[in-house]
């Protein structure tokens, strides 16, 4: 394979980092517990960017490994916490975080 | 130059779609927005030689777990989310210490580190080669990870199931009727000790 043309690493790092930026400031200011949900899961996106460009820059493998079990770790947390959401929905009857603020009713 | 303007281009629409996310209120427009930035870091995934990862990137990410918030989404009927005014503070505090460490992250990206680069087609991350370390390098968290799955079904059923509904054998409507819930209960515990 001809590799003329490359991409620095750090090109892929700023990247991540800016996904990562974007889905901590939803999840400190988006008010929807559903969207600061989906800011975890950017994060979580953001995050896999940097492994798989890791295990490009170092030729190993295991970053990849890795992604494959950061994202079986997301399906499991995705299944559990919408759970969650709809549990927190049917008892108090809406999604604004700011309305859940006690653990018991 | 090619590969530089492919990466240009997906990392472009991620970014946007990502900024699209903290924009728009309503969750369905967020969640659509987080398919675009699944669908673009695939690409970027397959920019950089990993195709297993971009594949399942797609399938997982993309589709099932994406699905499941659009579901959850259609189903709680959620709306546009209210704006309120109790972490003003926060945001002004917070945004402009989060934009500052992004910047100090990046500079000492773009400054402080060698400038060996990724090259394209360098690492083969084809499903082959990825299953061969996964089962043997990795197998016992490959196989923890089946449990970790299993485990995070039944809480799932568990938590979005309504209360009692788990508990009750298949009956019908008039002996489920006639059948206390308490006694029942009791017995299931007698027999878990």
Not at chain 1, 63 to 92: C, D, N, P
Not at chain 2, 58 to 64: E, L, Q, S
Not at chain 2, 104 to 125: D, K, R
Request: charged share 10%; proline share 3%.
């Amino acid at each position: 394979m001809t590799s003329v043309t490359a991409i620095p690493l750090p090109y892929y790092l700023i990247l991540s980092g800016i996904l990562f930026v974007c889905g901590v400031l939803g999840f400190l200011i988006k008010r929807n517990i559903i969207t600061i949900f989906m800011s975890i899961e950017l994060m979580l996106n953001g995050v896999n960017l940097s492994f798989v460009a890791f295990a490009a820059h170092w030729h190993v493998l295991s970053g990849q490994v890795f992604v494959f079990f950061v994202m079986v770790v997301a399906a499991a947390e995705a299944a559990v916490g919408l759970a969650i959401i709809i549990a927190v929905y049917r008892t108090r009857e809406t999604l604004n975080v700011d309305q859940v603020n006690l653990l018991k009713l | 130059m090619l590969h530089l303007a492919l990466f240009a281009f997906f990392g472009i629409i991620c970014v946007a779609g990502a900024i699209n996310l903290l924009v728009q209120r309503h969750p369905i427009n967020s969640a659509l927005s987080l398919v675009v930035v699944m669908a673009s870091l695939a690409a970027e995934y397959l920019l950089l030689g990993a195709e297993f990862v971009a594949a399942i990137q797609v399938i997982v990410y993309a589709g099932a777990i994406m699905v499941l918030f659009i579901f959850t989404i259609m189903l709680l009927n959620a709306g546009e989310e209210e704006r309120t005014k109790g972490s003003r503070v926060a945001i002004l505090l917070g945004v402009p210490g989060v934009v500052i460490g992004a910047v100090l992250v990046a500079w000492v990206l773009i400054h402080h580190s060698n400038t060996q680069s990724v090259t394209i087609g360098a690492l083969l991350g084809d499903p082959k080669s990825i299953a061969r370390l996964l089962f043997s390098d990795f197998l016992l968290p490959f196989e923890v990870t089946s449990v970790l799955i299993l485990i995070a079904i039944m809480g799932a059923v568990v938590l979005a199931s309504r209360p009692g509904a788990v508990a009750r054998p298949q009956t019908t409507p008039a002996a489920a009727k006639e059948e206390n819930e308490g006694p029942q209960l009791v017995a299931a515990g007698r027999e878990r000790r």
